[in-house]
């Protein structure tokens, strides 16, 4: 179970997490379980990624196409971080920059 603040794009708790770090409250960004799917999944059956562990030559932060419009991270380190590496700290470049 998860449980989600939309109007604020949070994910601010998960069923069976214990009541002390439910204490904290902390909170995940929006679409962190969707991009497994949409973004990565798809990226390794399309062949675009062939190493998890390779780096993607992502920058960070990355502009969408077409704009100008800068797509931020919450964690750090997303900078040409591998496949493997945007899936355990969710980030947003390197999913938006494979597809």
């Not at 590496?85 to 947003?92: E, G, L, Q, Y």
Request: hydrophobic residues 40%; contains cysteine.
């Amino acid at each position: 179970m998860q449980v989600l603040q939309p109007g604020a794009g949070l994910v601010t708790g998960l069923g069976g997490v214990t009541e002390a770090l439910h204490q904290r409250r902390q909170t995940y960004p929006p679409g962190s379980t969707f991009k497994i799917v949409t973004a990565a999944a798809a990226a390794l059956e399309a062949g675009v990624v062939t190493d998890v562990n390779a780096p993607t030559d992502t920058p960070d932060p990355f502009v969408l196409p077409g704009t100008r419009q800068l797509l931020p991270n919450v964690a750090t380190g997303c900078a040409d971080a591998s496949l493997s590496d945007a899936i355990r700290w969710s980030c947003n470049t390197v999913m938006a920059g494979l597809g």
